[in-house]
C-alpha cells in the first residue's frame, strides 16, 4: 500500500477491498455486526479502566482501532446503498461539536476570543443549542437508550432530570450496610428494582459511577474466585 496516502484514506480503501472480495466481510449487515460493535466498546472499556499502572498504549490504540473500523464499516455499507459514506459521518460530527460548543467555537469554525472557566456555563451552553436543535421535542429523557445497561441507563435518567430540575421519589435507602444477609428482604422484582434505582440516585449524588463501581466489585470477586486453589 502507499504509505502517501493517508492512514485513514488506506482503512477505507481497506474495508472496500474485504467487502467485495471476502465472502465473511460482504455477508455482514448493520444488524449483524451490532454485537461486534458493542464487544469492542467495551474492550477499550477495559483496557482503559486497567489503570494508569496497568493501561498499555499500545493496547489502547490497537482496541481504538477496533472501534474505529465498525464506524469505517457501518459507512461502507450505507455507502454500498447510497445513503452516505466516511466523509459524511465526519463532517456530521464536526459540525455538531462546533454547533453545539459555542463557548468556544464561533459560527464558522474559528475559535472563541474567550472561553468560560466553569463546567456548569459549559453545560448550560451545551444544554442550550441542543435544544434549540429540536424545539418539538419536549420531553427531556427523549434520545436516551433503551439498549443500555441497566445502571447506567438509571444514571442517564437521573443526570437528564438533574438538568431539567426533575426530582424522583426513590425508597429511603437503610442505613444498615448491604453486605449479606444484613441486605433488605424483597418482596418483587419490582421491589428490588425501585431500590437499585434509588442506590443509582445516591451514588449519583455522590459523583460515584454505579456500573463502574459494580463492575469493579463484580471483576475483583471474579479474580478472587478464578485464584488456583493450592493444597495446604
Not at 504509505?3 to 466481510?25: F, G, K, Q, S, Y
Not at 494508569?52 to 455507502?79: I, K, S
Not at 453545539?100 to 463546567?119: C, E, I, K, W, Y
Request: charged residues 25%; negative net charge.
Amino acid at each position: 500500500m502507499r504509505e502517501d496516502v493517508p492512514a485513514i484514506e488506506r482503512l477505507i480503501n481497506t474495508i472496500a477491498a474485504l467487502r467485495e472480495h471476502c465472502p465473511w466481510m460482504r455477508g455482514q449487515s448493520h444488524e449483524s455486526l451490532v454485537e461486534y460493535l458493542l464487544e469492542e466498546a467495551y474492550e477499550v472499556v477495559e483496557t482503559i479502566e486497567a489503570g494508569p499502572g496497568g493501561m498499555v498504549d499500545d493496547e489502547l490504540r490497537g482496541e481504538l482501532g477496533d472501534v474505529l473500523l465498525q464506524v469505517v464499516l457501518h459507512a461502507r455499507l450505507a455507502q454500498e446503498r447510497g445513503s452516505f459514506d466516511f466523509s459524511d459521518v465526519a463532517e456530521v460530527i464536526n459540525q455538531k461539536m462546533v454547533r453545539r460548543n459555542p463557548h468556544v467555537f464561533r459560527a464558522d469554525g474559528t475559535l472563541q476570543g474567550t472561553f468560560p472557566t466553569s463546567l456548569d456555563q459549559v453545560v448550560k451552553s451545551y444544554d442550550g443549542v441542543k435544544n434549540a436543535e429540536t424545539p418539538e421535542r419536549r420531553d427531556p429523557f427523549a434520545g436516551i437508550p433503551a439498549q443500555l445497561p441497566a445502571l447506567a441507563l438509571a444514571a442517564k435518567i437521573l443526570d437528564r432530570a438533574q438538568r431539567n430540575d426533575i426530582e424522583f421519589d426513590t425508597v429511603e435507602l437503610s442505613t444498615v450496610p448491604l453486605a449479606a444477609p444484613a441486605a433488605p428482604q424483597f418482596k418483587s422484582e419490582a421491589e428490588l428494582g425501585e431500590y437499585l434505582f434509588a442506590l443509582v440516585a445516591q451514588a449519583s449524588s455522590t459523583g460515584f459511577d454505579a456500573e463502574r463501581a459494580l463492575r469493579t466489585s463484580a471483576r475483583s470477586k471474579l479474580g478472587a474466585l478464578q485464584k488456583p486453589v493450592t493444597d495446604s
